[in-house]
């Protein structure tokens, strides 16, 4: 009695099916999360005392940025994802400093001046940064080119330690010290994952990683305190108003002015990853579709 061939050809069959049910469905569920992320900014904003090209904007911006994360779930933009729980930690860690970035910049962290002026002028440059941050995480966790486990753990746990340290540091520090300590722990962190992954080539993409993660990390951490922080732990900008209430308010409105040098730093971090995780996954791609063909018989 023999046993049909067919019931291998059949198992593969399935597991391609429930692959493509899995893929179908994980695609269905981050739909309905950007819709309710654009639901849940829309019934935000309407809440707070804000003018309508506020919402627009913030509209807007996490549409954008939840563009950018479809992409990174489709092979012709950043995806997919690498099958390792390490990619996944690092995609959500992006997906939550992204989601910061936008809350800061709804609630006014880092505005000054007439609050619907600074927040309609700045959302366009919001939605840049961001996304190029948002990019270069998606970048470096896909699969066939991404970087491996340990450097992802490596690069985004080092860089978020530097903005922890950072935090902790701010109420203890003379205020002019801050942003220097601020720069000291980012290069010790991009210098540290350098350092700790080899070969070399892996460990400058880490130390990028690491660099972006901790700017952007750190950015956020001193946009918060230095909006709820008490007035000691500003440092002084400098002669201004004449009354002392009037040079509190000035130091706070500048305190945070330093730190979007780091932003912008780590967006030149996030650009140099992305243009590396690019070319290693075309690199790695060409290296799969390459067949060897031995002598063909002639005649």
């Known amino acids: 009695m023999q046993i049909p061939r067919c019931s291998g050809v059949g198992g593969r069959a399935s597991v391609r099916r429930m692959r493509a049910v899995w893929r179908v469905a994980g695609i269905g569920i981050h739909l309905l999360l950007i819709a309710a992320a654009l639901v849940a900014v829309v019934v935000w904003t309407s809440q707070l005392a804000s003018p309508p090209a506020l919402r627009v904007a913030a509209v807007v911006l996490v549409a954008v940025l939840s563009m950018v994360t479809a992409f990174g779930r489709l092979q012709l933009g950043f995806g997919p994802a690498a099958g390792s729980a390490a990619a996944w930690i690092v995609r959500l860690v992006a997906v939550v400093l992204a989601g910061v970035g936008v809350a800061e910049m709804i609630l006014g962290f880092v505005a000054g001046g007439s609050p619907s002026e600074q927040h309609s002028n700045g959302f366009p440059l919001a939605a840049v940064v961001l ?24 690069g985004v746990g080092l860089g978020l330690l530097a903005a922890a340290l950072f935090a902790g540091a701010v109420p203890l520090l003379w205020p002019e010290l801050v942003f220097w300590l601020g720069l000291l722990l ?114």
Request: glycine share 10%; proline share 7%.
């Open 131 to 154: 996304a190029v941050y948002l990019t270069a995480f998606l970048a470096v966790t896909r699969r066939d080119g991404g970087l491996p486990p340990r450097a992802l753990l490596t």
């Open 186 to 299: 980012i290069a010790a962190a991009a210098l540290g994952s350098g350092r700790l992954i080899r070969p070399a080539e892996v460990g400058v993409q880490a130390a990028l990683l690491a660099t972006l993660t901790a700017c952007q990390a750190l950015f956020f951490v001193a946009a918060v305190l230095y909006y709820y922080g008490p007035d000691a732990w500003m440092p002084y900008a400098g002669p201004g108003p004449l009354t002392l209430q009037g040079q509190l308010e000035q130091n706070r409105a500048e305190a945070i002015d330093p730190y979007a040098g780091l932003l912008f730093l780590g967006a030149v971090a996030a650009t140099g990853l992305t243009v590396q995780a690019v070319y290693a996954y075309r690199r790695s791609r060409a290296g799969t579709s390459t067949i060897s063909v031995g002598p063909q018989p002639v005649g």
